[in-house]
């Protein structure tokens, strides 16, 4: 059964399989379980499940991600609303949601214009997005973007011409972000929740 959400939590270690439901397993051993009420759901981040998940392995895009979440220790659940004109999105976590060129706040408030084009329809950390966008000087560039304070980090050049350097391959984690770089230093980023 591999895990697709990972969080240590409250003595035991929580995760989603691929088939969903929360489970559950003490940090001093036993028997996985399944928390109450959560088949079909997947961890989105601790202690918060979401459905439908967003499914890269689909042939159709999943038109409202997360849509749906619930508190797996209080029940208390919440669902996105989104701002007037918008039917859909590509990522939503337990604050925030965004398309490929706009996010807002999970209750549809604080809607934002993205600095770039979203890359992913993953949120990472509950709050960051990876964009496409130009540097200052017009080059395409990966860079990842803070929903919260609004600030922009770049990552790594993308190539935009015959002959340009192949980009890395970036690893993508819940909340870490790592690539090696074209002189083979291994660059790791960890996105503070």
């Not at 918060?48 to 038109?63: E, F, K, L, S």
């Not at 609303?81 to 965004?98: I, L, N």
């Not at 990472?124 to 919260?148: E, F, K, P, T």
């Amino acid at each position: 059964m591999g895990a697709d959400r990972l969080a240590i939590a409250d003595g035991a270690v929580v995760w989603s399989p691929e088939e969903g439901g929360v489970y559950r397993l003490p940090l001093k051993g036993g028997r996985p379980t399944l928390s109450s009420g959560t088949r079909g759901f997947y961890l989105a981040e601790w202690p918060w499940a979401g459905w439908p998940r967003n499914d890269p392995t689909v042939d159709y895009p999943i038109a409202r991600p997360v849509e749906h979440l619930k508190n797996v220790l209080t029940g208390e659940t919440r669902n996105a609303v989104p701002p007037a004109g918008r039917t859909s999105w590509h990522g939503c976590g337990v604050m925030w949601c965004f398309d490929g060129t706009e996010a807002w706040r999970r209750d549809g408030t604080g809607r934002r214009a993205l600095p770039g084009q979203a890359v992913h329809g993953d949120l990472y950390a509950g709050r960051y997005v990876l964009l496409r966008q130009r540097d200052s000087a017009g080059r395409a560039a990966v860079a990842v973007h803070d929903l919260v304070t609004g600030r922009t980090g770049l990552l790594f050049h993308t190539p935009t011409r015959r002959g340009d350097q192949t980009p890395p391959t970036l690893h993508l984690q819940q909340s870490m972000l790592g690539y090696r770089t074209g002189r083979g230093t291994q660059v790791l980023v960890h996105l503070v929740p």
